[in-house]
């Protein structure tokens, strides 16, 4: 029998994969910033042992269902939402994600969209470099308070009670609503829970950080952005389509809420024309939650070393269907 096949989705650095190099065949999608072709994607998972994904790759029943000896896709995010894990189950395919190691990278990011958001971060720094600065005035450009106010995480997992610990720092009352209870946030940062409802009315910060599932799709709709103060303040950080952005939209524009943070949109890279992007109270980031250097690398060495286990018979480090 030869040496395993592994395709990488994206052009990863060569000292990265060296180790996945020692043990397989490697092949890699030559661009760091185009995405994989759906032909080349097809065609790859049809003679591949292993994939290594991005967040980006939408691998569905027909790419898993081509990769007849497929036995590993290692995505390399914590969320796995572009991942048919159920088909993935039923053709025997390990799927892997790459969580813990993203966890205060992803909240350091969350936070400073809140800050941003609440204090006409990037507002300020374009009217500086526009020249438009004449004069100390008493209400330029001045924001909302962070500190003292009241945060609602959705979604308690890792990254929810790392921003709660943020919070706490900023000496924030804490609200969250979760699946179920975390009596960790709870016990150690003072965190309570309510339900979505009660969240929505009292928060200050409505912060999204659920992950994408059919349970969590548009929860974010019309009727949530209503129960928000109007001076409430939007963060997303999770992924796009928790949020009914045609409705997140409107609630903007008719002052139902005072602002939004963004840093994941339903349809990614979203286009510069898209109506979010026209608003001044919206803050967009283009996907970056995770992104430093050292975290994109442990990323991808956790990757590396998911496909290295399963290709090696051992069990992975963070396997998704156990
Ligand atoms: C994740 O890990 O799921 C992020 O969204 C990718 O940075």
Redesign the pocket.
Known sequence: MGRPYVFITRKLPDDIIAPIKDIAEVAMWPHDDIPVSRDVLINEAKKADALLTM?SDVIDQEVLKAGKSLKVVAN?????DNIDVPAATKYGIAVC??PDV?TDT?ADLTFALLLAAARRIVEAAQFIKEGKWKSWSPFLLAGVDVHHKTIGIVGMGKIGQAVAKRAAGFDMNILYHNRSRNIEAEKQLGATYCSFQELLATADFVVCLTPLTNETRHMFNREAFRKMKQSAIFINA??GAVVDEQALYDALVSGEIAGAGLD?FEHEPIDASHPLLTLKNVVALP?????TGETRTK?MELASRNIIAVLQGKQPETLVNK
């Open positions: 967040v390399m995010g914590v969320g796995f994600n790459t993203l992803t999770s992924r994941v996907h970056i939650g995770s992104a990323m």
